[in-house]
């Protein structure tokens, strides 16, 4: 239970709040342990007659406290656009730090919503593209510079533009999978340093791997649920279907048209129409394959029990880790890693909030943005978890966050997350 002493009775290792305004002190957050000496005399400097400290987050070690007579602080109410004091513009590294931190992450929230806008417009362009009856010269002009477009724009953004496929949902169908299924597979094609005419061979055959459902009877097509057998069995005819439409319209090279006709294959055989391995594949249907997997399994096109992220790379990973190249898959998980961004979590010091970035060689303690009230949401706090001691307890659907912890963790703007959540 929490209690108030004074603030000479705290020391190192006390777990202590700081019970004012978030601009009125130098600390990242509003409560914490305190770490070391400079902390100590900092807090003590506050003006604080007696501070809330929590005992049991305490060390065990420490003397027992006084409890002392609670006193009140009465300070402006959060303001979400609210700036630093003049007063904290000092040469105190605390606030130094807290400075560059907060300015950190208004420069990523700015490049964010840039991504986030980038990648709107790339589906709007697509469904305008699948809707043409154009001629196939235009048509395939107009996917090239959309291809040219991710390259330029989304591509650059790294775990930002991870974090924005995995949070998009099914908010426009099948053309946010397509844009999702394209931003991946180019990411590793990146990865693996294909060359620039390879890019847009893969960026074509991902951006039209889906093309044949639209041929398909409506009833299979737009049927959100698990399929029946005899759906299954026709809605298998897409791949080759689609294969062929587009090698009659003559808009894609010969190795795009394999992505159509194979981005359901696996290397172990297990895969449809025709149950290729993995020698009689295309380098870019294994890509694909891999992706368009994924993709199904976090935004629920299968009609099957939607993962989170991270549920999707590990079964990816571990059970189902035989039906793709292992070059690809390696790759794959050192760019989403074991929770990848975009992934809602709840830590072990029972904060909520959104995986931000990766890093290769600790893939267990990503860079996490956290949830505080407290803190304006254009200045949340992203922290290292190993840094903090922290790690994640489990992982979160979008249906378990709510809408003010949503949009407070957005990228961009606050209506990036949807209503259908």
Same mark, same amino acid.
């Given at each position: 239970?929490?209690?108030? %002493? ?14 004012? $305004? ?36 305490? =060390? ?17 109410? !959060? ?25 950190? &992450? ?7 919503? %840039? ?20 001629? %196939? *010269? ?8 959309? #291809? ?10 790294? =775990? ?12 426009? /169908?099948?053309?946010? $999978? ?30 039209? $791997?889906? #093309? ?6 409506? &009833? ?8 029946? *057998? ?33 981005? $359901? ?40 029990? *939607?993962?989170? @992220? ?17 070059? !690809? ?8 890693? !074991? ?26 303690? @990503? ?5 505080? @009230?407290?803190? @304006? ?6 922290? =290292?978890?190993?840094?903090? /001691? ?28 949807? =209503?259908?959540?």
């Amino acid at each position: 239970m929490d209690q108030h %002493v004074s603030t000479d009775q705290i020391t190192i290792g006390t777990f202590v709040y700081i019970d004012l $305004h978030w601009t009125k002190h130098p600390f990242l957050r509003q409560s914490f342990k305190i770490k070391n000496a400079d902390e100590l005399k900092t807090i003590r400097g506050l003006g604080l007659d007696s501070i809330r400290i929590n005992p049991k987050k305490s =060390d065990a070690d420490l003397l027992e406290l006084e409890p002392q007579v609670e006193t009140s602080v009465v300070d402006d109410p !959060v303001v979400e656009e609210a700036v630093l004091e003049p007063e904290a513009a000092t040469e105190d590294p605390l606030w130094e730090e807290k400075t560059k931190k907060i300015e950190q &992450q208004q420069k990523r929230r700015r490049k964010a919503k %840039v991504c986030e806008q980038a990648f709107a417009d790339a589906v709007n362009t697509l469904s305008q593209l699948m809707s043409s009856r154009a001629p %196939v *010269e235009e048509a395939a002009a107009e996917a090239k510079q959309l #291809i040219d477009d991710v390259c330029g724009s989304i591509l650059q953004a790294d =775990d930002l533009a991870v974090q924005l496929v995995n949070i998009q949902g099914q908010s426009d /169908g099948r053309y946010t $999978h397509i844009m999702n299924v394209v931003v991946l597979s180019m990411m590793i094609a990146k990865r693996l340093d294909y060359s620039t005419d390879d890019m847009h061979i893969l960026g074509l055959g991902a951006l039209y $791997h889906d #093309i044949g459902v639209s041929e398909l009877p409506g &009833q299979v097509a737009k049927k959100t649920s698990r399929l029946t *057998e005899p759906e299954f069995a026709i809605y298998k005819r897409h791949t080759l279907l689609g294969a062929s439409i587009a090698q009659k319209q003559g808009r894609l090279p010969k190795e795009a048209l394999r992505v159509l006709a194979e981005h $359901h294959e696996n290397i172990d055989g297990s895969g449809y129409p025709r149950g290729l391995t993995g020698d009689k594949m295309s380098r870019f249907s294994k890509i694909v394959s891999l992706v368009n997997s994924y993709d199904n399994l976090t935004n629920n096109l299968n009609g099957g029990r *939607e993962l989170t @992220p991270h549920e999707a790379v590990s079964l990816l990973f571990s059970k189902d880790k035989q039906r793709f190249e292992p070059a !690809v898959l390696n790759v794959f998980v050192s760019i989403l890693g !074991v929770y990848p961004p975009g992934t809602f979590v709840s830590l072990s010091n029972d904060k909520v909030g959104i995986v931000s970035s990766v890093k290769s060689e600790r893939l267990l303690f @990503p860079d996490v943005m956290i949830y505080d @009230p407290d803190v @304006p949401s254009d200045q949340a706090l992203i922290i =290292d978890l190993e840094e903090e /001691g922290l790690s994640i307890k489990n992982t979160l659907k979008l249906s378990e966050i709510t809408r003010a912890t949503k949009e407070y963790l957005s990228m961009g703007t606050a209506g990036y997350y949807f =209503d259908s959540y």
